[in-house]
């Protein structure tokens, strides 16, 4: 079965940090770009980071570059999200996503070029 599976949210200040971990199965994890969303009640889903198969190529939206750092480790089929300097308007739930690569060796973040997606990881900021 193929899966990916999100954990490391919580309730934390703000100011504070948190690393969210999104573990694969079923798939050659190595052959995927992944990605990172979050969706806040109300507002529609917005793609934070990805990275590349390889893991050489990454990229962070505009509203949380300097803060998070997306990062995998293939070898443990896991992808991370460091988040640094939380805001109370980070709070939503963060979903994780895996795209099968093809060989290319970037990182989309549209949500629709994603193959599989986990269930989410609630962040709650408080202020």
């Known amino acids: 079965q193929v899966q990916v599976v999100e954990s490391g949210g919580g309730l934390v200040q703000a100011g504070g940090s948190l690393r969210l971990s999104c573990t694969a199965s079923g798939l050659t994890f190595a052959d995927y770009a992944m990605g990172w969303f979050r969706q806040a009640p109300g507002k529609e889903r917005e793609g934070v980071s990805c990275?590349?198969?390889?893991?050489?190529?990454?990229y962070h939206a505009d509203f949380v570059k300097g803060r998070f750092t997306i990062s995998r480790d293939n070898a443990k089929n896991t992808v991370y999200l460091q988040m640094n300097s939380l805001k109370p308007e980070d709070t939503a739930m963060y979903y994780c996503?895996?795209?099968?690569?093809?060989?290319?060796?970037?990182?989309?973040?549209?949500?629709?070029?994603?193959?599989?997606w986990g269930q989410g990881t609630q962040v709650t900021v408080s202020s």
């Open positions: 990275i590349s198969f390889s893991g050489y190529h990454t």
């Open positions: 996503a895996a795209d099968y690569s093809d060989g290319y060796g970037g990182c989309p973040l549209a949500g629709s070029e994603y193959d599989v």
